[in-house]
């Protein structure tokens, strides 16, 4: 599995991503159960409103059709994504507490 970075920008609608965030957070939190999401979170800076996510994934298509099911991706409530390979490294405590990637 390919490590990816995605990382949302946020546009104004404040409100309706508020009214989003269980099913967003529920959404996010299945994929990682799933092995398919590592990490995932708001920036608490005010800088650009926006996110950070890792992502497990043989193919960026792969991460663009997970993200797709995102409650805050099918209400358009990201103005935009950037999806990059990364080739990071995941200390040790992940990798003994991680579940399996699953399979494709």
Known sequence: MSLWIIHYTYDT????RASLLDEHQW??????????MIAYGRFDDQAEPGSLLIASAPTKQHVEDLLAEDPYIIVGAVADISIRPWDGHLG?????TAPAPPLS
């Open 13 to 16: 609608r404040e409100a309706l």
């Open 27 to 36: 959404y996010l939190a299945g994929l990682a159960d799933a092995g398919a």
């Open 92 to 96: 040790p405590l992940w990798h003994d």
